[in-house]
C-alpha cells in the first residue's frame, strides 16, 4: 500500500531537483519493483555526482533513493548499508545523522546500529559510537516489553509494534550477534501479526523469523518452519527481492538447491546490484559445481561490496582454473 506520508514529502522533493532527476508527478502509480529500480537509479546517480564533487545534488538523489526504497520507514536504512558497501561511511553518517532526527524515524534500532558501523569505519570517536549502541539498547528494551502483551485493537498501534519488534529482532541478529534474542522478537512480531489480512510488516516479520531460523545451526530442526514462513511471506508480495532473499536461504540451508537457485535468480533480477544476492547465488551455484557461473556471481558481489569477507572466501574455495568471462558484469554501486 502507498504511504500517503511518503508519497507528499516525495514529490516535493521531486520538484526540487531538476532535469531528468525530476520524480514524475506519475510516481505514485509506480509497482514496488518501479520503485525500487529507480531508486537504484538516483542512488547511482548521487554516488557519481558526490564522486564528481557536487555534494548538493548528491545529496538530494540519496533523499529520493531512501524515499523511493521506504519500506516501512527503513529507507534510511538499506541505502546506508549500501553507501558502506561502496565504502562512503562519511556520506552513510551525514544520512543517518539527519534520519535519526526525522519524526517517527529515531525509534529504529537499525539505524542506530549501521550508525554505530558507519561511526567506526570513519574512524570517529567511541563515545558516539557507545551513544548509538545504548540508544539501539534502549529500544530493544522497549520491544521486549510488548512481548507477551495482546494486539491492540488499533490498527495503527498494532502495526507499530510489530515493526519495532520487528527492528529490535533484526538489530540483535545483525549487529548484537544474539540470535536467541532476536528469535524471541521475531516470534513476537509473528504473533501480532494478522493472520486473515496480513499487512507488509506482518510478511516481513515471517520474512525474517524464517531467515533467522533457517541461518542459526541450532535451529536446523527448524528448517521445514523456515520454509514455511519464508514461502507466505514471498506470496505476500512475489516481486520483493528482500523476502525472496529469505525464501532462497531456507531453501538452500534445507538442501533444496534448484529452489533455491530458481528462487534467488528471479530476486537478483529483480534486484541486479544486491552484492548479498550475487554471493547467495554463487554460493548456490558452487554447492551444484556450477563454478563458472558461481564465479561470476561471486566476484559481482565483491564488485559491489570490495570488504565482502565471505563472498571472498567462497571464491577462494572454487576450483582452478575457471573459464574466463566473457564479458565483465557492469560496475553500478547500488
Partial sequence: MVQIRVWGVLLVLGGCVWGCNAVPLTAALWSDAERREEAASYFNQGVRAQTDGDGEQADRLLDLAVLLHDDDGEGAFYVAKRLLDAVK???AVLLLEKATQEP???NNPLLYGVLARAYTMHGQEKDRVEHCRKKADELVRAAQALL????????????ADVRLLLSAGRYCSE???DVDSAI???RGAVALGDPNQPTRADARARSFLGLTLAQNPRAAKRIDEASHLTRLAAQYDPRNPDLLLAHGVALLHGGDLSGAQRVLREATDLDPNNAELHYLLGKTYARQQLFAKAALELDRALILRPR???AAQERKRLPKPLPVPVSAPEEDFY
Avoid: H, I, M
Wanted: charged residues 20%.
Fill in 104 to 106: 517517527g524515524q529515531g
Fill in 175 to 177: 549487529f548484537d550477534g
Fill in 148 to 159: 507477551g502483551k495482546p494486539a491492540s485493537p488499533s490498527q495503527q498501534v498494532r502495526e
Fill in 184 to 186: 524471541v522478537l521475531l
Fill in 89 to 91: 561511511p562519511d556520506t
Fill in 308 to 310: 565482502y569477507d565471505q
